[in-house]
């Protein structure tokens, strides 16, 4: 409970410094050049069974809170650097703390006026899908939690943002926009659920990604209209055991291929995702050397019934391993089969009160537990197959 | 009831219909794009508008930055121009501003709060673009033509 009211007040004076800064920024205090902007999301989760975010079954879960400022400044037509701040608190994965989402220079190697061809070096955004590079925005997405067989809460370290460079070339024509990115980073992500996906709860060392390329063409008809895009990342993890490990010193290698298609109407947005990721880990000694596919893909739609109501609808379906989609065995590795897959059908409202302030509930009715993080949940073996997650937020933006 | 009758009945109720399923139009009107007169005269399309507000298309042919200048999502003369110019939809914009701004890959319209506000700024800044109920009477300020 105590922690319940600390953890109110201090996200209120924050909302509270916060409200006052876009007062700053559109008094003129600010010049043209330089934008600021940033929100604050506070999210609730409650499960009949299983954790996500803290200790949401038979409870209330308040294990989700993201604060986001960022500030652009571009000094030159060219030249334009940007940088975003992100504070973010969920349930044991992350219990409390500030990172540096983006921070880049943007230098445009030659523009013309139907599209521009350009660098990005710093820490960059990873382009994987429509949703990625603005998972942590949660304005940006029609639900709380997205598609969790695409956007894993659970990895979502190493795929955030990245250290490196970018190319980028957007070109516009009468028959639509064309953007292309190629990345070449270093994904930030070391963590132990990622270490538990590769390797279940039982590993003691430690994961370290290598240099990586992710790559993304998309293209957009009338304004966005239409969307489509087709994704790519070449990710090598290393693995280093400790003393005493039941694992070597594997490598493991993740190719997920996303294709992705998007109709925006003025009432109706409907959404497909197509995730096959192909993976290879080798070396790990007591494990056999392995190639195995994981096969996600969701398909939602939202309608604006009001045009600041939403409702949206989603199935979301991912197998771990598309040749033992029933997780025959993982009990070896202190799994529960169905921890082999999760279907989650979800059903959503989202009510945009006004340019500042958002509500939004969810509910989801999900068969499987591939996505729950370990962290809140230590015995996987005692998971429920089936359960429920209930979870609401609260928004402010500016 | 006779055949003219039930013409009219069924005109309204398809008007009706029409009205609840948000397909009649509230407001009919289109907004004037209006720019600074220091912009240079060009052939430009409709695509070419929408590239120019969702800050894709940068530069004016002469190699002038375009600064661009928006009213907020609700306010009825960007609804008029971003539906009845553009024929687009107001969230189509946020969606393209919000994913440049929130990931460091570009830089959104700057929101005025008033037409007032948004004469003043394309009056006074060069290279500009913006949109009003209706172009005013001002020699700094020029109506922009696209076809």
């Known amino acids: 409970m105590r922690k319940f009211v600390c953890s109110t007040i201090s996200n209120g004076l924050l909302l509270l410094i916060l409200s006052s800064l876009p007062g700053a920024g559109m008094a003129g205090y600010l010049p043209d050049e330089m934008q600021v902007h940033g929100f604050l999301a506070q999210s609730m989760f409650h499960t009949s069974d299983n954790n996500l975010f803290g200790q949401s079954d038979d409870g209330v879960s308040l294990g989700l809170t993201e604060v986001g400022l960022n500030t652009s400044y571009q000094p030159y037509d060219r ?23 983006y921070g880049l220079a ?8 139907a599209g521009r061809i350009g660098i990005r070096g710093g820490r960059v955004k990873i382009p994987l899908g429509l949703y990625n590079e603005t998972r942590d925005v949660p304005f940006t997405h029609p639900t709380i939690l997205l598609p969790q067989g695409n956007y894993f809460e659970r990895s ?7 250290d490196g460079g970018s190319f980028y070339a957007e070109q516009h024509t009468d028959y639509g926009d064309f953007i292309f990115k190629f990345n070449y980073v270093v994904p930030l992500g070391n963590n132990q659920e990622i270490r538990s996906i590769q390797l279940g709860p039982y590993a003691l060392g430690e994961f370290s990604a290598k240099p990586t390329v992710v790559t993304q063409l998309s293209y957009e008809l009338n304004g966005g209209e239409y969307v489509f895009a087709v994704s790519y990342a070449d990710l090598e993890l290393g693995y280093h055991p400790l003393a005493g490990d039941r694992f070597g010193a594997g490598t493991s290698f993740v190719r997920p291929l996303m294709i992705s298609a998007q109709y925006n109407g003025e009432k109706l947005t409907l959404t497909a995702e197509y995730n096959y990721r192909h993976n ?12 195995f596919a994981t096969e996600s893909w969701y398909i939602e739609g939202s309608y604006r019934f009001f045009p600041k109501w939403q409702a949206t609808v989603r199935f979301d379906t991912i197998d771990g391993n598309t040749e033992n989609r029933r997780g025959t065995g993982l009990e070896a590795i202190g799994l529960p089969s169905h921890a082999a897959y999760a279907q989650d059908w979800t059903i959503g409202l989202r009510w945009d009160i006004n340019g500042s302030w958002m509500l939004r509930g969810e509910y989801h009715r999900v068969h499987g537990t591939l996505w729950l ?21 609260a928004l402010f933006r500016f | 009831m006779r055949d003219s009758d039930r013409g009219k009945m069924s005109l309204r109720v398809s008007a009706i219909a029409c009205y609840c399923l948000g397909l009649w139009p509230l407001v009919a009107g289109s907004a004037d794009i209006i720019i600074n007169d220091s912009a240079p005269p060009g052939r430009f399309s409709r695509a070419d508008v929408r590239a120019i507000f969702a800050m894709r298309q940068r530069l004016w042919p ?17 609804k008029d ?47 500009s673009i913006g949109y009003v109920s ?11 033509d696209y076809q």
Request: aromatic share 8%; no cysteine.
């Open chain 1, 373 to 393: 993080p370990q962290a809140d949940n230590p015995d996987r073996l005692r998971t429920t197959q089936d359960w429920d997650l209930f979870g609401v937020q």
């Open chain 1, 79 to 101: 030249l334009n650097f940007a940088i975003q701040g992100l504070y973010r608190r969920a349930g044991d994965i992350d219990r409390g703390s500030f990172r540096v989402d």
């Open chain 2, 134 to 144: 209706k172009k005013p009477d001002n020699a700094k300020i020029r109506l922009f």
């Open chain 2, 62 to 78: 002469n190699g002038e930055q375009i600064k661009v200048y928006t009213l907020a999502d609700d306010h009825p003369v960007h």
């Open chain 1, 156 to 162: 979502r370290s190493l795929l955030t943002s990245g």
């Open chain 2, 81 to 127: 121009f971003v539906k009845n110019n553009l024929n687009m939809f107001p969230h189509q914009f946020r969606r393209a501003w919000d994913r440049m701004t929130y990931t460091g890959t570009g830089v959104a319209p700057i929101q005025l709060d008033s037409e007032q506000e948004m004469i003043k700024k394309i009056m006074n800044t060069p290279n």
């Open chain 1, 280 to 291: 290879v880990m080798k070396g790990y000694e007591t494990l056999p050397d392995r190639r």
């Open chain 1, 106 to 113: 943007d230098l445009t190697l030659l523009e013309h006026d």
